[in-house]
């Protein structure tokens, strides 16, 4: 069903290496974050908001 389906998928991003959204790329290890072929430079507390939103797709995330 659906919700198994969004369950699995969310578990993949969340213990995966490599985070993908559409054309946006995110790698945890060496955090880097690319559009299509193009790096976006991004601040720590910018790439660490951005995993936070990509691992969490379609929930609310609470800043606390």
Do not use: M, W
């Not at 213990?15 to 559409?22: A, F, L, P, Y």
């Not at 299509?36 to 908001?49: D, K, M, Q, S, T």
């Amino acid at each position: 069903d659906l919700a198994e389906l969004l369950f699995r998928a969310r578990r993949l991003v969340y213990h995966s290496k490599i985070v993908r959204v559409g054309e946006l790329t995110i790698d945890l290890i060496a955090q880097l974050v690319k559009l299509g072929n193009r790096v976006i430079h991004l601040a720590p507390v910018e790439f660490r908001l951005l995993v936070c939103l990509a691992q969490h797709i379609g929930e609310a995330v609470s800043i606390n």
